[in-house]
């Protein structure tokens, strides 16, 4: 037993993070997504619009630890309000309800005055696009009519650009991508990532949404990369901030902001593959 705790502590060591928990939430997640994609997809747009508020919250905290304040509410709200456009009115509700949120959120500085109006208008900015923004493109997946089959295929694409890269970084991860930003994501974790994703990426498309293999395996490769970059700006920004987690609200993960980092970066990706796939058939292209 003590064996088994030795060989739990040096996974956690090397990985940054406790296993178990990890896994734990992970499965807990997927139940959830599954089960409201399944049942009702509304009720999916619901979960992301609390990701949405979550996530600004964590946002707004970490950025509180720098002096740089922000007014959670009117943020949660926006988030809200696009979570609704996105669903209702798909990627032009989406573009539509930013553009309309973020003047209003500029013009609450105005009574502040002048002071540090640059600082706090570029917080907004980059909370509101960071986060209610990208992640809507989880909600633009999700809203079609195979938006189950979609999702799944994100999900699939996720979990094995997550997995293999923590596993084959743990393994055999040696040289790092950017030791500044973070130095346990190493070349050789993302390698085995952009392969083995590529493949899942190819089975997705060929057995869940009827499409050509081959574009599945590109969707793959460019959701990799995505994530990946997604992985490390957060990263970047924690650093900056000078903070491990963005919260404590998933055992194992931190906050929802480290669970979905690389989801808000490859959520738009693979919504941008399926739509060209679309307009291509439609087309008679493919």
Not at 142 to 156: D, K, L, Q, S, W
Not at 229 to 241: N, P
């Amino acid at each position: 037993m003590s064996d088994l705790h030795a060989i739990n502590d040096a996974i956690n060591k090397r990985a940054g993070r406790k296993l178990l928990p990890s896994i734990g939430v992970s499965v807990l997640l997927f139940a959830i997504v599954w089960f409201s994609l399944n049942y009702y997809r509304a009720i999916f747009a619901g979960i992301v619009g609390l990701a949405m508020v979550l996530g600004v919250r964590e946002m707004v905290g970490a950025l509180k630890k720098v002096n740089i304040e922000l007014s959670f509410l009117p943020l949660a709200l926006a988030s809200i309000g696009m979570a609704a456009a996105a669903w209702f009115g798909g990627v032009n509700g989406l573009a539509v309800a930013t553009a309309v949120a973020l003047p209003c959120l500029l013009a609450l500085l105005l009574p502040k005055g002048p002071e540090h109006f640059i600082q706090s208008a570029s917080a907004y900015a980059l909370t509101l696009i960071y986060i209610p923004f990208l992640a809507g493109f989880l909600i633009l997946l999700a809203r079609p009519h195979n938006g189950f089959e979609r999702m799944m295929t994100f999900v699939i694409l996720i979990a094995c650009n997550d997995t293999f890269a923590y596993l084959i970084g743990m393994a055999i991860g040696k040289h790092a991508m950017a030791p500044k930003v973070s130095p346990k994501k190493t070349w050789e974790g993302f390698a085995g990532s952009l392969f083995f994703t590529t493949i899942a990426g190819a089975a997705a498309f060929h057995f869940i949404l009827n499409a050509h293999m081959w574009l599945g395996a590109l969707a793959g490769l460019a959701v990799v990369i995505s994530g990946t970059v997604g992985d490390l700006i957060e990263s970047a920004i924690k650093r900056d901030l000078a903070i491990k987690d963005m919260g404590a609200l998933l055992p194992g993960h931190g906050g929802v902001l480290d669970r979905i980092d690389s989801i808000l970066f490859a959520a738009p990706t693979l919504w941008l593959a399926l739509e060209i796939v679309r307009r291509a058939q439609d087309s008679g292209l493919l």
